[in-house]
């Protein structure tokens, strides 16, 4: 596989990045809707990773490397992938480099969206989500048309368990001291591109066309 990583702080906007990103050819892994559909369906995956998930920490290592390692052994070949929230850890990078070389894939470029505390409080504390197809609004940025129904399929739109101040605070803090230092690693390869991500989302999609060429 080809594969890129959006790599940024919680809230960052890598899922409102990524969705843009499919219409581009690009199939999203996204490690944090997979555990949260894990959760949903009260899977042995599930019931772990909830504890870790509610509180803003990360789920063990062992575990997500479980996930993504079935998936590019079973991935297309010549197909483009987007890893949206992996590798957050440096044993999860080392890990997904290890795999990369086994299967002959190729790490095209790492999409880092910077953006300040301030702007994430802000989107994360609005976020709203479909409770049915997961689809995502935000009650300043992106209203829905009635307020709390998705468009999409008109079901109840809900804040998600870790969107509350306190966890943000937390997730934030956990970003900083696990998965920042993975900014580096990268940049040694030469592999980062830094995005603003505190701009809109046209802005943001268009730098990041022009960086993937
Ligand atoms: P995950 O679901 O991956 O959460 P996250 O990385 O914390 O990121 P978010 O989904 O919260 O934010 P985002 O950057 O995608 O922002 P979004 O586009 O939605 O992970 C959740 C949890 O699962 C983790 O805490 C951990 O416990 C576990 N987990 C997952 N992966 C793991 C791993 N690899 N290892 C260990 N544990 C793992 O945007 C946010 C809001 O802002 C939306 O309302 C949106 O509409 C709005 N918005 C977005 N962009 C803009 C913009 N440019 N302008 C204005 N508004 C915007």
Redesign the pocket.
Known sequence: MNAII?L????????????ALVEDGYGHI???????EAIRQKTPVGLL?QG??D???????D??IDI?EGLIFDSVAGKKFMF??????LV?AEKLTELFSKTGSCLDRVVL?DCPDE?IFS??T????CKSCGA????E??SPTEEGVCDVDACELYQ?D??SEETVRN?LF??ASQTKPLVDYYDAKGLVSHID?????G??LNQVLQTLG
């Not at 940024?8 to 969705?19: D, F, I, N, R, V």
């Not at 803003?56 to 290592?61: S, Y």
């Not at 995502?136 to 009650?139: A, E, N, S």
Request: proline share 6%.
């Open positions: 959006l940024g702080p919680p809230g960052a906007g890598k899922g409102t990045l990524a969705e996204s490690t944090g809707d997979m555990l949260r990773a870790y998930m509180r803003g920490e990360l789920v063990p290592d575990v997500i993504i949206d929230g992996f590798p957050r850890t999860q969206l702007i989107r994360l609005g976020r709203r989500v995502v609004y935000h009650v940025h992106k998600r870790d969107d997730r956990v970003y991500a505190a701009q809109g989302i802005d943001i």
